[in-house]
């Protein structure tokens, strides 16, 4: 069931892997089907080795049709973010070394360095800490994700939504790519887009 479809979770998970922004053990990847189940990948699963195997279903009521698979602890974030966001077809978190750094400390994350940062990304919103895989930090995530699609929570991780698995993949790397410059700026004097320049590109991605 879903072959292609899973196979698909499974190889953005594995170029996560690749591409140094998550850990063996870290990490979660989702996507929403046109029939409203879900695909999200395993718990305790390797991921550099993922395969469709790997990845579960799930019904939009939580419902695990794979019952073979232990899936995520992070479940409870991806569908509550999916009751909450209809316009959400996938969620990427992951642990990514500089974007995470930045959720330990009370340093925004500029994400007005470049156009492409803000255009494709946004502002990034801090989400408070709560304990990993609990009921509260679904709650909590899902709360503040209504009206951002990318967010740093708090001595935890990174968390990006997009309208496909690709999308929610490039605003990860955005947010790295960002975290990274942002690191950089404190050394180095740097120019930040101004509000006219947000707004022209607010305009330009028909978010006003």
Known sequence: M?????????YFMRRL???????????????RLPDGNILITASQSDKCNQSKETVGILTPDGK?????LKLSIESGIHLSIYRNRPDVAAIVHAHPVTATFFCTTEVPLNMH??????????????????????????RIVAGYMKEHDCGLMENHGVIALGKSLLNAFDKMELLENAAKQTLWSHSIQTRSLDADQLLELDHFMNRK
């Open 2 to 10: 879903y072959e292609q479809e899973r196979e698909q979770v499974a």
């Open 17 to 31: 892997y690749r591409q140094f922004l998550t850990t063996t053990s870290g990490g979660n990847i989702s996507c």
């Open 113 to 138: 360095l470049t156009a492409e940062a803000y255009a494709v990304a946004g502002d990034v919103v801090r989400i408070p800490y709560a304990l990993m895989g609990s009921p509260e930090l679904a």
């Open 64 to 68: 695990n049709l794979t019952p073979e």
